[in-house]
Nanobody, 117 residues
């Protein structure tokens, strides 16, 4: 069982930046997909950034050009760099990883990001 722990959330002013981290208890090199999701108050969870083992990266239109997903296999960590934050980015952010070999999807506990002046 792989455990994911997110960190880096907090309160930031509009236009500011935050970098979220998702540390895995096991190797992420075996993961086929690594992604970040978020759930804003009163809304459904949405995928905002996804990176697969083939090197393909996808972003939701709402964050494209502002957010960047990256990985550090040596640290078994996935990052989400968030720039030019807007109040509508306020949400709980979740890390997700999928292993096709294990046919298993793993989720972190979430980290709150609040964008407000």
């Amino acid at each position: 069982q792989v455990q994911l722990v997110e960190s880096g959330g907090g309160l930031v002013q509009p236009g500011g930046s935050l970098k979220l981290s998702c540390a895995a208890s096991g190797s992420i090199s075996s993961m086929d997909v690594m992604a970040w999701y978020r759930r804003a108050p009163g809304k459904q969870r949405e995928m905002i950034a996804r990176f697969n083992s083939g090197g393909i990266t996808n972003y939701a239109d709402s964050v494209k050009g502002r957010f960047t997903i990256s990985t550090d296999n040596a640290k078994n960590t996935v990052y989400l760099q968030m720039n030019s934050l807007k109040p509508e980015d306020t949400a709980v952010y979740y890390c997700n990883m999928y292993s096709g070999t294990r046919e298993a999807s793993y989720w972190g506990q979430g980290t709150q990001v609040t964008v407000s002046s």
